[in-house]
């Protein structure tokens, strides 16, 4: 069985700093590229940040140079290091697995920023 589970949300104030864990179980977590999406209330769900199964990183426009991801394939973990938060980073964080056909989501985390 296939289990994505986030964690670290919260609510920080802006300028502040949150660290999202996305811990995985069931699969060879090493070969799958990792992603972490958002969604704010009432808006499209959007990429944050990515991380391929060879460390390649790639990021939205509105999170460079805040954001990062990182991930520990002996602890079958990926991470989202947000610092610089604002209010429009409010949303809910979940986490993707794909490999080949194979894609599976996580649950998500609520991070709420206030100003």
């Known amino acids: 069985q296939v289990q994505l589970v986030e964690s670290g949300g919260g609510l920080v104030q802006a300028g502040g700093s949150l660290r999202l864990s996305c811990a995985a179980s069931?699969?060879?977590?090493?070969?799958?590229?990792m992603t972490w999406y958002r969604q704010a209330p009432g808006k499209q769900r959007e990429l944050v940040a990515s991380?391929?199964?060879?460390?390649?990183?790639n990021y939205a426009d509105s999170v460079k140079g805040r954001f990062t991801i990182s991930r520990d394939n002996a602890k079958n973990t990926v991470y989202l290091q947000m610092n610089s938060l604002k209010p429009d980073d409010t949303a809910v964080y979940s986490c993707r697995a794909i490999f080949a056909h194979r894609d599976y989501w996580g649950q998500g985390t609520q991070v709420t920023v206030s100003s």
């Open positions: 069931g699969i060879t977590f090493s070969i799958y590229a």
């Open positions: 991380i391929s199964s060879g460390s390649r990183t």
